[in-house]
């Protein structure tokens, strides 16, 4: 069974840190991109970050360039997201995702591109 379980989620201030990881099981990394998106009360779902474990590439939506830092550990089977610099503006459900398909670098940001999602994880920023 596929499963992508994320943890790392917490209140935190204006300025801090936190890490999320992304617990993958039922598949390896290898072949998989995996994308972090998130979700505000009444908002949209946001892709702001992804790496593609075939290609060793990493992707940054601008919101989040700069402050938060996608990697793996293919041992572990995880990802996590590093992000510094927390902004209010950064409160929301935290998931991430995984796809097999091609095309990463034109579809990373697309929900509707991922096969497997996590079930979240929720970050709040206090000012």
């Known amino acids: 069974e596929v499963q992508l379980v994320e943890s790392g989620g917490g209140l935190v201030q204006a300025g801090g840190s936190l890490r999320l990881s992304c617990a993958a099981s039922?598949?390896?990394?290898?072949?998989?991109?995996i994308g972090w998106f998130r979700q505000a009360p009444g908002k949209e779902r946001e892709g702001f970050s992804c790496?593609?474990?075939?290609?060793?590439?990493?992707f940054y939506a601008d919101s989040v360039k700069g402050r938060f830092t996608i990697s793996s550990d293919n041992a572990k089977n995880t990802v996590y997201l590093q992000m510094n610099s927390l902004k209010p503006e950064d409160t929301a459900v935290y998931y991430c995702?995984?796809?097999?398909?091609?095309?990463?670098?034109?579809?990373?940001?697309?929900?509707?591109?991922?096969?497997?999602w996590g079930q979240g994880t929720q970050i709040t920023v206090s000012s």
């Open positions: 039922g598949f390896t990394l290898d072949d998989y991109a």
């Open positions: 995702a995984a796809s097999r398909k091609d095309g990463t670098a034109w579809y990373w940001k697309r929900p509707g591109w991922y096969d497997y």
């Open positions: 790496i593609n474990h075939k290609y060793g590439s990493t």
